[in-house]
């Protein structure tokens, strides 16, 4: 990469519009680029990187604060290059997200990031992310690889020279990715102390089984020895399977004993029931005697009741002949009853006709007042519905323009997506076309191999002596190899037909998308025309919002003229209304008066009616018993019950004295059998053999107690066996994993006891670090004149902190090595500038060969004596001595002198830097 044009705008101390010409300066070879101090020199290295990757140089500069302070509201911050790469010419053009005045309404705005990167082709990427992508991919490095590539600062890497073992690792971390090594370290570490963690654990676990293990009385002692860890744990397996055996011999002799007395409690127990039966017979015969003399009693009280019921006989018949007179006049409670509801009747109708007058006069009241107010009404509407036909204008011109509104707005979201097909449309083509590159480069990379190849099958057929076939020499010194892989035509054919088919759906896609951007640009010049028709204004610029404004206004406007239509239309609804009305309520109050009038002679008539009904209704009650059929039923029931109650009392005596007849004979009967249970027998004594079963359980108590104690003592013993067994195979095997681990953590981690402390990711920086050193050393050598050449240091200079990125000088003039720090300022300026082209080689190297043709070297030259500056100048030469354009940005004088190519930067008197080229 290799810049050509270089335009500033509003950038750093660059106020107005700054183009930079950089092809004046040639394609290679030293160029200064001086000035005063603060101007902005580096700004220019910050714009060619902000360009390409949307991010200055430093670390401490956002793109937020990249806009000039110097610059007018009016120009915009922005950075155009236009540079060479792989023989083509490509432009980028980018600017930062910064603040701009509004260009309506006043005010500021925010003006977002934006890039565009331009393609030989013709193609175009639009967008920040994509932009950042595709120059990634094109130049092969990224922001922080550029940076280090192509600008070398003098703070920077004499920081590298004289860093630590360990801070170099933070710079290589970043710089080769070997994070990946230092988690691997960190992982073998972590494993380790987790395994050791697990050992101590299992141990624990151990000793924890060990102290659960119950001893016989008779193993105190050792029990005690055991608890002070004093005996092995091997001895203590052995002592507790002996204390198992002995109790399981114990456990049979105790359930043997058992077995005996369980046998003897039995017996007893069966003498013991014996024993009870008898006596619970002779105390149920007593209570029998005792029951069968209070039921010969209750059975006389039983007789005596009966007799006293069976007496009564006459009252019952008594009151059998009043029920029966109280059933014979029961129809003429109901005709009573008749005349009684017919009188209520026409008290309710006369009631009823009486509330229909009044009803009837209010109703003819009412009549009359409304048909006065509906006249009144009438009169103040007889211009009700002139206003609707000018409504009805109206409401057709805003209901079209609301039409018109919504479709622009179907316009705008249509557009929206006829512009994300056209974003979709370009993507896919950028992708067939990465994707034709690459399969460009592989068939180039293939038949090169087959090439090669062929070479080296024609060097296999060389003899010395005969001549070759390409060359005619007669000796072979130097014969082609034969490569391990040779491409087959077959493959090398395959190779370029997926390179044309790529290539053609690369040119396919690319049709599409210019066929999508013409359709979303063809909709966007429609919306434009309706945009001028709507508010005579082309600008796309906040289309959306206006329009939604415009349809929510006049969306507003016609629900006003729809109230105010829908009010016109109820007022002359009304006076049609009332036309029809008024008819109606004249014909009901003239119906009104006539019913009223005959609601007043119907009303006489239920009068007489009413006081005919009351005369016969009293003559009926003076000649029946009671007031009313519901009175007379009353009486009849009470009777009834009555009746009832005397025939229930009779039978609950006879059945009562029955039940006791029966009771009688039943004990009688229970009292002899009970005497032919005893049968003559002799009372047990029933204490004496509770004693012995009493005796008898204690014994098996104890026993059981001393089983039970056993028993547990036996499980308990059982589970520690078990588990001293498998966590000591558990701790045997952890703690062979755990010495082969930690052996490896420890020779990862570089803490091998008396050796050098080298971690693993240190030993794959060592590597690297050894190339950039030798790399730098070609330059060094010469920059100092073969005085001196950098080391890395071996050995460490004790074994107890983190070496293998420690570096020394060596002098060859005296044959000494020492540390870097001794340097003078001007021998470590060149040495810093050896290391860090030696590493700019590297980083180049390890993304790929990646060469940038141009670089920027950052001060450090004033420290430098004049024979120093001269080799200084010669490395630089012989680095830009192939395609290869160098910029050095200095303020000292001798170089003003010896470079005749300069940047020459001034500050203004008005604010702001200038930049002019001078080209002698």
Not at 343 to 360: C, P, S
Not at 406 to 416: H, I, P, R
Not at 638 to 651: P, T
Not at 835 to 844: F, K, R, T, W
Request: negative net charge; glycine residues 8%; charged residues 35%.
């Amino acid at each position: 990469m290799r810049p050509v044009k270089l335009v500033i705008s509003a950038f750093g101390p660059y106020a107005g519009r700054t183009e930079v010409p950089m092809d004046a300066l040639g394609e290679r070879g030293l160029y200064l680029i001086t000035g005063d101090t603060g101007a902005g020199k580096t700004t220019i290295f910050d714009a060619i990187t902000f360009a390409l990757y949307g991010e200055a140089s430093g670390t401490n500069r956002e793109p937020s604060m990249l806009r000039s302070k110097y610059a007018g509201d009016a120009t915009p911050t922005e950075v155009e290059l236009t540079f060479a790469h792989g023989g083509k010419m490509y432009q980028i053009r980018r600017n930062p997200e910064y603040e701009r005045p509004a260009r309506r309404g006043g005010g500021r705005t925010v003006q977002k990031a934006d890039a565009e990167l331009f393609f030989p082709d013709g193609r175009i990427v639009t967008k920040v992310k994509e932009v950042n992508a595709a120059v990634r991919e094109l130049l092969g490095v990224d922001r922080e690889q550029f940076s280090r590539i192509a600008m070398i600062a003098q703070g920077d890497f004499l920081r590298l020279l004289f860093a630590p073992t360990e801070e170099r690792k933070q710079i290589f971390r970043q710089l080769f990715e070997t994070e990946r090594y230092h988690v691997l370290q960190e992982r073998f570490k972590e494993l380790a102390g987790n395994l050791g963690k697990q050992c101590g654990e299992l141990e624990a676990g151990l000793w924890q089984s060990i102290d659960g293990i119950r001893w016989r009385p008779s193993e105190e002692a050792f029990g005690t020895a055991v608890k002070n860890r004093k005996v092995p744990a091997q001895e203590i397996l052995s002592a507790l399977r002996k204390t198992i055996g002995q109790d399981e011999e114990e456990e049979t002799v105790l359930e043997e004993a058992l077995s005996g007395l369980e046998e003897r409690l039995s017996s007893v127990n069966q003498l013991l029931g014996r024993a009870k039966e008898q006596n619970r017979t002779r105390e149920a015969l007593k209570t029998a005697e005792k029951r069968l003399e209070e039921k010969r009693e209750s059975l006389k009280k039983a007789e005596e009741l009966l007799s006293e019921e069976q007496g009564r006989e006459e009252e019952r018949k008594q009151k059998k002949n009043q029920g029966v007179l109280l059933e014979h006049e029961l129809p003429r409670y109901r005709e009573l009853e008749a005349i009684r509801k017919e009188r209520e009747k026409a008290e309710r109708e006369l009631q009823k006709k009486q509330e229909d007058l009044e009803k009837g006069t209010a109703r003819l009241e009412k009549l009359r007042v409304e048909l006065r107010a509906r006249r009144e009404e009438q009169a103040g509407l007889w211009k009700a519905g002139e206003r609707l036909a000018r409504l009805s204008g109206e409401m057709t011109q805003e209901k079209e323009r609301k039409g018109r509104l919504s479709e622009l707005l179907k316009d705008l979201k249509e557009s929206e997506r006829l512009w994300r097909e056209f974003e979709a449309a370009r993507d896919a083509y950028l992708a067939s076309a990465g994707k034709a590159e690459e399969e460009a480069a592989a068939f180039a990379r293939l038949n090169r191999a087959f090439l090669d190849g062929q070479a080296g099958l024609l060097a296999e057929q060389l003899l010395d002596g005969e001549p070759c076939p390409v060359c005619g020499s007669l000796s072979h010194p130097h014969p082609a190899g034969r490569t391990e892989h040779v491409p087959t035509e077959e493959e090398l054919k395959k190779a370029e037909e997926r390179r044309d088919r790529q290539a053609r759906l690369a040119r396919e896609r690319s049709l599409a998308s210019g066929d999508a951007k013409g359709r979303a640009e063809a909709k966007e010049l429609e919306i434009q025309n309706r945009l001028t028709s709507l508010f005579g204004d082309r600008s796309m610029e906040g289309a959306k919002a206006r329009a939604e404004a415009a349809l929510e206004k006049t969306i507003a406007y016609i629900r006003v003229l729809e109230a105010e239509m829908q009010a016109e239309e109820r007022k002359r609804e009304r006076k049609e209304e009332l036309e029809r009305m008024l008819p109606n309520l004249e014909a009901q109050l003239e119906q009104e008066t006539e019913n009223s009038q005959q609601r007043a002679e119907e009303l006489s008539g239920l009068i007489a009616k009413a006081k005919a009904a009351e005369e016969k209704a009293g003559q009926m009650r003076r000649e029946l018993t009671c007031e009313d059929e519901a009175q007379a039923v009353q009486a009849l029931v009470s009777l009834n019950r009555q009746l009832s109650a005397m025939e229930e009392a009779l039978r609950r005596a006879e059945k009562a004295y029955q039940k006791k007849k029966e009771e009688l004979s039943g004990i009688l009967e229970q009292k002899s059998l009970l005497e032919s249970q005893l049968d003559g027998t002799e009372p047990a004594d029933e204490q004496e053999y509770e004693r012995e079963r009493d005796r008898i359980l204690g014994d098996k108590a104890d026993t059981e107690t001393r089983r039970l104690s056993v028993k547990t003592r036996l499980a308990a013993n059982r589970g520690c066996e078990e588990t001293m067994v498998s966590l000591g195979n558990r701790l045997k095997e952890a703690e062979e994993e755990w010495k082969s681990v930690r052996a490896l953590a420890a020779t990862a981690g570089g803490t091998l006891p008396g050796k050098e402390k080298i971690m693993l990711e240190t030993y794959v920086q060592m590597d690297y670090f050894n190339r950039i050193i030798a790399r730098a050393n070609v330059r060094f050598l010469a920059m100092s004149d073969g005085q001196y050449e950098l080391r890395r240091q071996e050995t460490a200079e004790n074994n107890k902190s983190q070496s293998g990125l420690e570096l020394s000088v060596l002098d060859h003039y005296n044959g000494t090595e020492r540390s870097v720090k001794t340097l003078s300022g001007g021998e470590a300026f060149k040495a810093s500038l050896a290391l860090a082209l030696g590493l700019s080689d590297e980083i180049q190297a390890s993304a790929g060969g990646i060469r940038l043709d141009t670089m920027f070297v950052d001060e450090g030259f004033g420290s430098l004596d004049e024979e120093s500056l001269n080799q200084a100048i010669t490395a630089l030469s012989g680095l830009a001595g192939g395609n290869r354009l160098v910029g050095i940005i200095s303020h000292v004088h001798e170089l003003k002198e010896r470079l005749d190519r300069q940047i020459i930067v001034t500050k203004e008197k008005t604010g702001g830097s200038a930049i002019r080229i001078s080209v002698l």
